[in-house]
Nanobody, 122 residues
Framework: QVQLVDSGGGLVQAGGSLRLSCVVS????????MGWFRQAPGKAREFVAR????????YYADSVKGRFTISRDNAKNTVYLQMNSLKLEDTAVYYC???????????????WGQGTQVTVSS
């Protein structure tokens, strides 16, 4: 079993920055990909970014490309999402997830964190 604990959310003004963290424990060697998703009120969960545990190769949604950076620290079993130049539309609950495929589909991820709220104000 894999457990994920995500944190780092908060209230920030537009244009500001936040860094989210996701600590992974359990059978971490069984998953290959870590992803970040977000869900705003009344909207479907959407893909934000993913990273491969071994290669570190990242992939981003177009809406965050150039503003967000996903990274991982294998020694700490931790994945980060650095979010810069935040916009009002970035407001959502952010979830980290672990899966077996390089995918942007939420259904391909088997394990999920509890979510952390990010609120961007004007």
């Amino acid at each position: 079993q894999v457990q994920l604990v995500d944190s780092g959310g908060g209230l920030v003004q537009a244009g500001g920055s936040l860094r989210l963290s996701c600590v992974v424990s359990g059978r971490t060697q069984s998953t290959s990909t870590m992803g970040w998703f977000r869900q705003a009120p009344g909207k479907a969960r959407e893909f934000v970014a993913r990273i491969h545990w071994v290669s570190g190769s990242p992939y981003y949604a177009d809406s965050v490309k150039g503003r967000f950076t996903i990274s991982r620290d294998n020694a700490k079993n931790t994945v980060y999402l650095q979010m810069n130049s935040l916009k009002l539309e970035d407001t959502a609950v952010y979830y980290c997830a672990a899966g077996y495929l390089l995918s942007a589909r939420a259904s391909d991820y088997a394990y999920w964190g509890q979510g952390t709220q990010v609120t961007v104000s004007s």
